[in-house]
């Protein structure tokens, strides 16, 4: 915690300070053009992958970088909530679905029961995310344990991208042209963030900007 307060403490001598205009500015409202949903990694870093400030960004985080279809979870599904907020309110342009690798949460798609104990909660939530384990069972049964890993991550993704268009004021906003779905996958060990090309069914590297 030491480390934290002493962050804490530079942020506000340093580079609050030098930016202290532009967070007086977007202190009175927010006006991003991107929900970013991401895993909870605590590798991962959406500002810090992308270069962006804050106010750029809407970002939703959990484990696995799950959305619940709709209806799903009828009680308290926060993720449905920022959902709703970022594109019926925020008018956000553009929604982003990143993975990344060496997932955990992906990981434990392969987990027995039992190494579920006393976790109730992760096993449910990670329970939406199984379909990608039918869909590795029926394409990929004799791939590599690195490709294999690879391949849930991106798989996942793909599905989250399926759930989002459940929401019917998503799949509204998508036929009208006012909004534009992303599914990236982020590479830590090397920090290349692929998107994923639907008319040739891969992931591309981001590059060349």
């Excluded at 962050?7 to 409202?29: D, L, V």
């Excluded at 053009?33 to 500002?47: A, G, H």
């Excluded at 759930?163 to 009208?176: E, G, I, K, S």
């Amino acid at each position: 915690m030491d480390k934290l307060y002493k962050g804490i403490h530079k942020f506000q001598e340093s580079y609050f300070k030098k930016e202290e205009e532009f967070f007086q500015r977007i202190s009175q409202e927010q006006k991003p053009d991107v929900l970013f949903i991401t895993c909870s990694d605590s590798r991962v870093d959406p500002n810090l992958v992308t270069q962006s400030k804050p106010g750029e960004l809407f970002i939703v985080r959990n484990v696995g970088n799950i959305i619940p279809p709709y209806e799903a979870i009828k009680d308290k599904n926060s993720v449905a909530a920022a959902i709703e907020f970022a594109v019926l309110r925020l008018n956000v342009r553009d929604v982003i679905v990143c993975g990344h690798s060496n997932c955990g949460a992906m990981q434990s798609l392969s987990w027995q029961d039992s190494d579920f104990n006393n976790m109730p909660h992760l096993r449910e939530w990670i329970s939406i995310a199984m379909p990608v384990n039918r869909i590795m069972r029926r394409f990929y049964p004799d791939a590599s344990a690195d490709i294999y890993n690879r391949i849930v991550e991106e798989t996942n993704v793909l599905l989250q991208l399926q759930n989002v268009q459940t929401y019917p004021f998503v799949a509204d906003a998508l036929n009208q042209g006012h909004l534009h779905l992303h599914g990236w996958y982020y590479d830590i060990g090397t920090g290349s963030v692929y998107s994923y090309d639907p008319s040739v069914h891969q992931f591309n590297l981001i590059s060349g900007w």
